[in-house]
């Protein structure tokens, strides 16, 4: 796939888009892409037929009038693309951490990698200034260049549950992660810190899902606890 040609260098184009923004549709894709609709399907119909790509299933509710456009995220085989080479011997080296040293041994471990990660983001979000939606696209950004394939999406607007969603298309320690959560668990700390409010992950790469949730508070609540729904298990704030 990756041979060099500008076909394939379209299609890998296509493919990370998926990853970063998905589900997304074909429309999406090729406004985003400048591609005609045609070049689009073409290659998500190459993508689909390698298992890089599936059509995402919708959750259960109510819908408006007519078919809803077919939209797509990465399979485990398209996120696997992205791996790195070194995923075994990180794995192997922490499960050799942790018989002899302990699981708290790999708690500080994946601690203190991702303070590292925390330190290199946190300049680039101190100077967004104090806006927090300024400083959540900021820290998509950073992310983004960290190879976490970040984007932003708005949800709840105009109600108490009004915030942002943080998603990642893609997680460079996700095979090590899959297996240590204690990554996934600094991470969403660490973004925590670094925005100055209370997050909640939704969701996970590691978890199965097709791209990490973070839910980001924007709007005063004014009524009690909330409950919001994860796929990671309930949580209430």
Known sequence: MADGSVESRTRDR??????????????????????????????LDALEEAQF????????????????????????????QFT?????????????????????AVDQFAEAQVQELEA???????????????????????????????STRAVAEGTGLA??????????????ATEFRQFCD???EAISRLLGVHV???????GGEHVCTTYIPTAALSEGPVVVESTEGRSMR
Do not use: M, W
Request: proline content about 7%; charged content about 25%.
């Open 14 to 43: 296509v493919r990370r888009t998926v990853g970063e923004q998905g589900p997304i549709s074909a429309r999406e894709l090729a406004g985003q892409l400048g591609l005609t609709p045609a070049a689009v399907r073409r290659h």
């Open 200 to 206: 909640q992950r939704l969701a996970t790469l590691a």
């Open 84 to 104: 790195n080479s070194y995923d075994e011997i990180a794995t192997a080296a922490l499960r050799f951490l942790e018989e002899r040293s302990g699981e708290p």
């Open 163 to 176: 915030g942002i969603q943080l998603c990642q298309g893609h997680c460079p320690v996700r095979n090590v």
């Open 120 to 150: 290199r983001l946190r300049p680039i979000v101190e100077a967004a200034g104090d806006d927090l939606t300024d400083r959540i696209e900021a820290l998509a950004t950073a992310l983004s260049g960290e190879g976490f394939a970040a």
């Open 53 to 80: 790509i599936i059509e995402h299933e919708p959750p259960p509710g109510p819908r408006g009038r007519g078919r809803p456009a077919r939209s797509f995220v990465l399979t485990d085989l398209g996120q696997e």
């Open 186 to 188: 600094a991470e969403t």
